[in-house]
């Protein structure tokens, strides 16, 4: 074995560049099953960001469905989600540029035609074969209000659009059960978001819109409905957080298997999916536990669950297709690829998109950490994931500790895990460690863990992201007078709240975070507009609360270089949020930098713009800690 060069950690040479994240390993998400074949959306950074449904027909054969310039996306919420299905004979399809359903012939040349006119947006398209339309979450915006939520039904021949469903905030998961005869769905209501509370409906479809709906569960602060699904026999499941975890339920028969664990995701995206039908009897499912992913399935006789043994740790977008659960998973050392599963157990790649070639020697392992959040003996225990500074051909000096970043997870209700993420190896094989923090807020650890940060945003979180250092810093495995932070979106504003808040952090990068929770309050979209009242308190009643936690009414205490990466063409966080940020440590004669991406949204899709962000980041870093003297 060749001796590795000793070398200051944040300093090493690395193969992991910022042009081999943006072409190693696409997304791949929202998949479907139709007749013999499988389908997925396949996100392309280097192809101008551009999404592509993909299809694996009862060949094997692996193909491009949509012919470029065309995109799915879908801008319903801002963050979209699935907005795809399949007839027999065509693809319908929401596209990026003009947000109209296009629908495509699966077979010979033709381009894609479109069934809508420009105007109103389109999610979680189903098809109504009974009588002939689709339905879809639609959104209509409007001048001086907020934009109108509902559900559509899209006559397939005129693309003449009607209401089947409206009056509610928001709706998610429309899904025709396989009789034809019912569609159900979920909404819910400001000021909740779709984790706190939110309720589940059926009614019978017929030619002029639903009969007879029917509340089906939900409706009090106590639960939030995830993914409701048909089985092949015609009846309802769905999944509840009523007992504290995410676990499948039947809709007329109770609990079908109670697990401390979770069987659901924060719903971020239309059509995210955790469970499918195998047949009846037989479910197939992914849940996550203490951080880690599994899957297996659920004989719902029984009931009993099987796990299946795999080298895969993360995992999304389950699937049931020809007996088998298809689901796209990673591991540490592997990117994300499409997996079938079947009931006997055995594991099968069907579809490996990475082009990545490195030696594992170079891919730093996480490490699952609980720690206490602060320093009472009763307090809860927080999660996250430690990957320490790996190169095959560099270690650090002796007797030097190495840099660390803590890595703050958007939302905030959302999670970080285990599987391959380029974006820290690039830091690690250049000498940094991580830390990945699941702080309280996260999901994956129950209702009570995800709600703890009700009322103490900005608290909380930054308190747990202080403890992963003084965890790491007593362990040794870190330097604890070179910590950065990093974030994007809410994640940003932890970053921005602990370096005002705090001295742990000597620097920080927020990406498309935020500084001002009153202009935020004021100013962003429909879907998170009252995001806050949970978080923080009412707007304006607690706007004491809102000027207190806000890091831009609080310029005295950062004093340390901040770098901000913004998308302008962000409606989640507009750019007011970093300018005023940049503006302020301008004036204060801090070090900032502001990097700015003319054509991007929330969160950065193009690989030339991933490229810019991530080594001016980097650039910012060495300078902070004049690291390029020591190489």
């Known amino acids: 074995m060749t001796e590795k060069t000793k070398q200051a950690f944040g300093t090493w040479p690395s193969p992991i560049s910022a042009e081999l994240i943006t072409q190693a390993a696409p997304s791949l998400n929202f998949m479907q099953s139709h007749g013999d074949s499988l389908y997925w959306v396949e996100g392309r950074p280097w192809d101008s960001g551009r999404s592509v449904i993909m299809c694996r027909d009862g060949r094997g054969i692996i193909r491009d469905l949509l012919p470029s310039p065309f995109s799915h996306y879908s801008k319903v919420h801002e963050y979209g989600g699935m907005a795809y299905t399949i007839d027999r004979e065509s693809l319908y399809f929401v596209n990026a540029a003009d947000q109209?359903?296009?629908?495509?012939?699966?077979?010979?040349?033709?381009?894609?035609?479109?069934?809508?006119?420009?105007?109103?947006r389109f999610a979680n398209l189903v098809i109504d074969t009974a009588h002939q339309r689709l339905i879809a979450i639609g959104e209509q915006h409007h001048e001086n209000r907020e934009p109108e939520n509902f559900i559509a039904a899209i006559a397939l021949g005129t693309g003449n659009i009607s209401k089947l469903a409206s009056g509610a905030d928001f709706y998610a998961y429309p899904s025709i059960s396989p009789d034809q005869q019912e569609l159900c769905w979920i909404e819910w209501h400001h000021p909740n978001m779709p984790w706190d509370c939110t309720q589940l409906w059926r009614a019978h479809l017929t030619d002029n819109g639903l009969a007879e709906q029917m509340l089906v569960a939900g409706g009090a602060n106590d639960q939030a409905i995830f993914e409701p699904r048909w089985s092949p026999d015609n009846r309802l499941y769905y999944v509840s957080d009523q007992n504290n975890w995410w676990n499948i339920y039947q809709a007329d028969g109770g609990i079908v298997l109670s697990k401390e664990a979770e069987f659901a995701t924060p719903l971020w995206q239309f059509g995210m999916s955790t469970y499918d039908f195998v047949d009846a009897n037989t479910i197939g499912c992914l849940w996550t536990e203490k951080g880690f992913?599994?899957?297996?399935?659920?004989?719902?006789?029984?009931?009993?669950l099987t796990q299946a043994t795999s080298q895969y740790s993360s995992m999304q977008a389950a699937?049931?297709?020809?007996?088998r659960l298809y689901m796209v998973a990673g591991a540490p050392a592997l990117a994300n690829q499409i997996v079938g599963l079947d009931p006997s157990g055995q594991v099968k790649s069907v579809y490996a998109p990475s082009t990545l070639d490195l030696d594992e020697a170079d891919i730093a392992q996480p490490e699952s950490l609980f720690f206490p959040s602060g320093y009472q003996e009763d307090a809860t225990q927080v999660h996250a994931f430690f990957y320490p500074p790996t190169?095959?051909?560099?270690?650090?000096?002796?007797?030097?500790?190495?840099l660390v970043i803590a890595l703050c997870h958007g939302g905030p209700t959302g999670a970080t895990d285990s599987g391959l993420n380029l974006k820290i190896q690039y830091w690690t094989n250049r000498g940094f460690a991580v830390v990945d923090i699941n702080y309280r807020g996260s999901t994956g650890f129950g209702r009570s863990y995800r709600q703890a940060l009700a009322g103490n945003w900005g608290i909380a979180d930054v308190e747990d992201t202080q403890s992963a250092i003084r965890?790491?810093?007593e362990q040794q495995k870190i330097d604890p007078e070179r910590c950065l932070i990093r974030g994007g979106s809410a994640g940003g504003y932890t970053v921005l709240s602990a370096l005002t808040f705090t001295d742990t952090f000597k620097a920080g990068a927020s990406l498309y975070g935020i500084g001002d929770l009153e202009?935020?309050?004021?100013?962003?979209?429909?879907?998170?507009?009252?995001?806050?009242?949970?978080?923080?308190?009412?707007?304006?009643?607690?706007?004491?609360?809102?000027?207190?936690?806000?890091?831009i009414h609080h310029a005295e205490g950062l004093n340390c270089p901040v770098i901000f990466l913004q998308g302008l063409e962000d409606k989640v966080v507009p750019p007011n949020q970093a300018e005023m940020m940049v503006e302020l440590l301008?004036?204060?004669?801090?070090?900032?930098?502001?990097?700015?991406f003319p054509n991007e949204g929330h969160g950065f899709r193009k690989a030339n713009n991933i490229i810019r962000a991530m080594e001016s980041e980097l650039s910012f870093y060495q300078e902070?800690?004049?690291?390029?003297?020591?190489?």
């Open 471 to 473: 965890y790491l810093a």
């Open 319 to 323: 699937c049931c297709h020809q007996g």
């Open 519 to 551: 202009t935020l309050a004021t100013d962003t979209h429909k879907f998170e507009s009252r995001y806050l009242d949970s978080l923080i308190g009412p707007y304006p009643e607690r706007r004491d609360i809102y000027l207190e936690r806000s890091p």
């Open 293 to 304: 992913w599994y899957s297996g399935f659920i004989d719902i006789a029984s009931p009993s």
């Open 624 to 631: 902070v800690f004049d690291l390029a003297s020591k190489a």
């Open 100 to 120: 109209r359903i296009y629908q495509l012939s699966l077979y010979g040349e033709q381009s894609p035609t479109a069934l809508t006119e420009e105007g109103p």
């Open 391 to 402: 190169n095959a051909n560099y270690q650090g000096l002796a007797n030097e500790l190495p």
């Open 586 to 596: 301008t004036e204060k004669g801090i070090k900032v930098d502001y990097v700015t």
